[in-house]
């Protein structure tokens, strides 16, 4: 089945440095959507990619979608201590059924202030 | 505007026993989902539903049982707790699976 990889498992910056996280899939999707979850909280959408090669800004975040459309990231430019969470990527197979997400496993982020 | 509703927020079973979760919507969304949530596993469909009295099997069916009798509903059963299923459940919606609205998440451990 669909499989989609997210690396790094964990990443702990300083306040201030920038971070990234990538996604890869196994297959080639349709879109592929991005959450945050605070700790103890549940996953907040943050956006959705569907173009080959797509650039998204919502203020320090920026999101890629691969010209494959195999494979994403997230970066954020000087971290903030409000950015602390679990970041998960989800992507809906091409040709498949689109209310059907296959999730990472995220990357949790801890930044020290 | 609640969005998502998930009852209960907490329980705590024995082995063997029975219970409901149950998902509220009020977004009139048509899909429906719900997943499970373990440390280092991510988020992993167990069922979901793409309209009223519709249900589908996600990748981790096994030992639980869902109906969406109405569309604002989708209730997610356990007819014999297992240790295993010591888990967090979130129950998410979507308009036609773009960005999904999930609920604050039920804690349920199983002994």
């Known amino acids: 089945g669909q499989q989609v990889m997210q690396i790094p498992q964990y990443q702990h910056v300083q306040e201030g440095e920038d971070f990234t996280t990538y996604c890869n899939s196994s297959t080639t999707l349709s879109n592929i959507q991005w959450y945050k979850q605070r700790p103890g909280g549940h996953p907040v959408f943050l956006i959705q990619l569907v173009k080959s090669g797509e650039v998204k800004k919502q203020k320090r975040l920026t999101f890629q979608f691969g010209e494959a459309k195999k494979n994403s990231s997230l970066h954020i430019t000087a971290t903030q201590t409000t950015d602390v969470g679990t970041y998960f990527c989800?992507?809906?197979?091409?040709?498949?059924?689109?209310?059907?997400?296959?999730f990472g496993k995220g990357t949790l982020l801890t930044v020290n202030p | 505007n609640a969005g998502v509703t998930q009852t209960p927020k907490f329980r705590v079973l024995k082995t063997g026993q029975s219970m409901t979760l149950l998902c509220a919507q009020d977004?009139?969304?048509?899909?429906m989902y719900w997943y499970r949530q373990d440390p280092g596993m991510g988020l992993r469909l167990i069922h979901y539903?793409?309209?009223?009295?519709?249900?589908a099997k996600g990748e981790v069916p096994d030992g639980y049982n869902v109906s969406r009798l109405k569309k604002q509903n989708f209730l997610l059963g356990l007819e014999s707790a297992a240790p295993s299923q010591t888990s967090v459940y979130f129950c998410a919606s979507s308009y036609l699976g773009y960005g999904y609205t999930f609920g604050s998440g039920t804690r349920l451990t199983v002994v």
């Open positions: 539903s793409v309209g009223e009295g519709t249900t």
């Open positions: 977004m009139n969304h048509e899909y």
């Open positions: 989800a992507g809906v197979r091409g040709g498949g059924s689109n209310y059907k997400l296959t």
